[in-house]
């Protein structure tokens, strides 16, 4: 039997989960559970035996597990991979001391229909799979004793999503332990109405639990800087028992203010004593800030005009699928920071929190979506089956979860809803629309709630609800001059734009011929490629979209468009738009499913940040004679000049609101060099040189050092090469990995949307010259060697240190 043994004092050094200095308790619930697939009567009871079961750590996706094929239920445009039912369980111990406690479990989400029992109670059902929610135990604890809890999964009903959903427990999962006089669940929440360079006032309403007992108690209140200096303190007597929240208001003096960047956060702590004793102690994150969106002058942050530059993002991770890793995610954030995002749209339901805590730390402005369909159904499985009985509850939980999040500036309560539509007496659009704004409203009244629609004419019923503070807009980037026509004096955000389509390294001449696949949303791709790409060049685009160089276009040349957000950050497992089987995952991405940049990153880097760009592509290893077209993304620069095996083939600048240059070339095999200049001298140099045939391999490893914490993961990328080091653009030989040390392989990639390899495994063919391993951290110090190797190339090696 394995089993984790809670709520006592640790011996050698730990910490007694109970010691006065901290009572709130909240335990990483996540190691140790039983899995296993499919639904048997009996599997919930205490004394089922589970011994034959699968032992896993959360969060866990058990579809990323499976093997693509078509055939499967979610579809290929849910990822073509499995769904089902799966069950976990997971024995306890709670000493005979914690009796009297208040106990409870937290789930951050689980993918989907999960039910909970606890010895063998019945806790309740939540069918949607993107919500956080809590049970409390206390009443059915055995204390003293062992207990079981076990969860089932039911992801069989599919399709029930348009993208890759993953199945299983796939977020955090935490045991908490608190007095019986306790600050709520979600119970704190902040505000600061006035904001000013020398003060802001700090409201915060705390909701306190503490059943029918009517007792008074001290409150103290406390803020806290980033270096945990106490700046204010307000204590009050107080009444509990009566339902209501209790208010307090401090002052802080030449606050600081939080931005994207400098996202400088304090803390509010509430304190909770009775008779001198402290019960509880709630930590709630403040970023002070003061922002507005004009119908004209679009957005502004801390009094200062900005644009929100900002992508989609959905919920995978990639080859680690939906089950969520603080340091992928972390990761996924610092390569769009690199190339100038400041904002994140969480298409199309609510985000983990961590997520949310990581954007509060690293600068990013979020817009928090709840719903992609509401009483109307997308798909035959879809929420729309849940809608009557669970929107409310579920919209409730995600505002009060995430409204101390200093990055959330914007609720979206819904995207390209059906009930957009309507004439007549079908307006159920517009009675929709006010209630769900009226439930966030009733919860927070400091942001804006908008939707992303996709029908942006006159009659969308959601609009003429009145009841928006922002209209969003789904692509229509040739109507946005036109928005103050359609709407007076509304105020605009590109909720979601551009859907260009690409493939990492492969290019469709001519640069300046697009293709725009499907022909229409409707209709199946009748031409295409067939190797399955799409054209890096920038060329190739759903009839619905854009370029990227034309979304940007007008989006930075219009004040009253106060952000957007490109579809896609990253490509995504499922909606492998424009092609279906045997593509398996999104082409939107600008960065693929890898998280290797795709061409358009430097595009987005030389016109989102002030830093020095330079890219030249495609590769250069093409036929003797071929016409290329050679493309140049350049910034801090007036110029940039191409040779060719030394001979110059003229300089080019940008010219009237373009953001590129292009050469028409004859191809000779060798070197193409690229300069930059600025008033004549020479801001950058980029060079690439024709590859030989395939030599040998290369490791680089994102991190060398990480935490030996069972969860930390480097991300090692696989480079093919000839023998000077150029890259092989078109290589696809198969490597192999061996790991030596504390740690495993977590998964391999190598970014192509329609290889099926499977994603756990210790081999990966390479795609268009890369490959990626995912090296995740056993929970011992170690020295890790990963070695890569493939047939007829030399092996390489990069060394990896787990620190405790």
Not at 149 to 178: E, F, H, M
Not at 253 to 269: A, C, E, F, G, M
Not at 272 to 290: A, C, F
Not at 316 to 338: W, Y
Request: charged share 20%.
């Amino acid at each position: 039997m394995t089993y984790l043994v809670l709520l006592f004092a640790f011996s050698s050094g730990g910490i007694n989960l109970f010691a006065q200095q901290h009572p709130r308790q909240e335990v990483d619930f996540n190691k140790g559970w039983k899995f296993a697939l499919g639904d048997q009567p009996g599997w919930s009871a205490t004394d089922f035996n589970d011994k034959s079961w699968r032992t896993l750590n959360l969060p866990h996706d058990w579809s990323i597990e499976g093997k693509f094929d078509q055939k499967h239920p979610a579809t290929v445009g849910g990822g073509a991979l499995p769904g089902g039912t799966g069950w976990y369980r997971k024995q306890f111990q709670v000493p005979a001391t914690a009796k009297g406690k208040y106990i409870a479990i937290d789930f951050d989400g689980v993918y989907r229909n999960s039910e909970v029992w606890i010895n063998g109670h019945y806790l309740g059902k939540r069918p949607n799979g993107y919500i956080a929610f809590r049970y409390e135990l206390t009443k059915y604890l055995r204390y003293g004793g062992l207990n079981t809890i076990a969860v089932k999964v039911d992801n069989a009903q599919q399709p029930n999503s348009r993208w890759y959903s993953g199945s299983g427990i796939y977020r955090d999962v935490k045991l908490i332990t608190l007095n019986p006089i306790h600050v709520a669940q979600w119970g704190s929440y902040v505000t600061t109405p006035e904001v000013s360079n020398q003060s802001v006032k700090v409201d915060v309403a705390l909701q306190v639990n503490s059943g029918t007992n009517k007792q008074t108690a001290v409150l103290k209140t406390i803020v806290l800087d980033a270096d945990k200096k106490v700046l204010a303190t307000n204590t009050q007597q107080v009444q509990l028992g009566t339902g209501q929240p209790i208010n307090t208001t401090l002052l802080i003096k030449n606050p600081i203010r939080w931005s994207v960047d400098h996202p400088y956060l304090y803390t509010v702590q509430s304190q909770i004593l009775v008779n001198g004793k402290l019960l509880d102690r709630y930590d709630t994150p403040l970023g002070i800030r003061s922002f507005s969106f004009n119908s004209h002058k679009g957005f502004t942050l801390n009094g200062k005009a900005m644009k929100i530059r900002g992508v989609c993002m959905h919920h995978d991770l990639g080859a680690l699928g939906a089950a969520f890793n603080l340091r992928a995610a972390e990761r996924q954030l610092e390569i769009l920071k690199s190339m100038g995002v400041n904002g994140i749209r969480t298409s199309h339901n609510p985000p983990a929190k961590a997520l949310l805590e990581l954007c509060d730390k690293m600068g990013f402005i979020v817009m928090d979506e709840a719903f992609d369909m509401w009483e109307k159904k997308k798909s035959e499985f879809d929420y729309h089956l849940d809608w009557a009985k669970w929107h409310k509850k579920d919209l409730e939980d995600q505002i009060l979860r995430d409204r101390n999040h200093p990055s959330v500036m914007m609720w979206s309560v819904g995207n390209e809803i059906p009930e957009q539509g309507g004439t007549g007496a079908d307006t159920s659009g517009r009675v929709i629309t006010r209630s769900l704004v009226a439930i966030v409203k009733s919860l927070d009244k400091t942001r804006p709630i908008t939707t992303g629609n996709n029908n942006v004419e006159a009659n969308n019923n959601l609009v003429l609800s009145g009841a928006l503070d922002l209209i969003g807009y789904n692509y229509n980037h040739d109507k946005w001059k036109d928005f103050h026509k359609t709407y007076p004096g509304q105020k605009l955000i590109a909720s979601e734009t551009t859907s260009a389509l690409q493939t990492r390294g492969s290019y469709d001449m001519k640069s300046d011929s697009a293709r725009i696949w499907p022909v229409r949303w409707d209709l199946p791709l009748l031409t295409g490629n067939a190797d399955f790409s799409c054209s890096a060049y920038d060329n190739c685009y759903t009839p619905w979209g854009s370029s990227h160089e034309q979304t940007l276009q007008a989006f930075e040349n219009n004040p009253a468009v106060s952000g957007m957000f490109v579809w896609t950050g990253f490509d995504y497992l499922g909606e492998p738009t424009p092609y279906t089987w045997p593509a398996r995952s999104s082409y939107f991405g600008i960065m693929d499913l890898a998280g290797f940049p795709k061409d358009v990153y430097h595009l987005y880097k030389s016109a989102w940040t002030d830093k020095p760009v330079l890219h030249i592509l495609p590769h250069w290893n093409w036929k003797a004679g071929q016409e290329i077209d050679v493309i140049s993304y350049y910034s801090q620069a007036d110029e940039a000049e191409l040779y060719l095996n030394g001979v110059s083939q003229g300089k080019k600048s940008k010219q009237g609101q373009d953001m590129k240059v292009m050469w028409r070339l004859t191809y000779a095999p060798g070197e193409l060099k690229a300069v930059s200049r600025k008033a004549g001298k020479i801001v950058l140099e980029k060079i690439i040189r024709t590859a030989g045939a395939p030599a040998k391999l290369e490791l680089i490893a994102d991190r060398s050092t990480i935490k030996a914490d069972g969860k930390d993961l480097s991300f090692v990328t696989v480079r093919v090469l000839d023998k000077d080091g150029n890259l092989i653009p078109n290589a696809d030989q198969l490597i192999s990995f061996k790991l030596e040390g504390e740690a495993e392989i977590a998964a391999v990639d190598n970014g192509s949307p329609i290889s099926h390899e499977s994603f756990q495994a210790n081999q990966r063919k390479a795609f268009n010259g890369l490959a990626l391993a995912i090296i995740k951290a056993g929970e011992k110090a170690s020295d890790v060697t990963l070695t890569a190797s493939s047939v007829g190339l030399q092996s390489a090696t990069v060394a990896i240190q787990l620190k405790p």
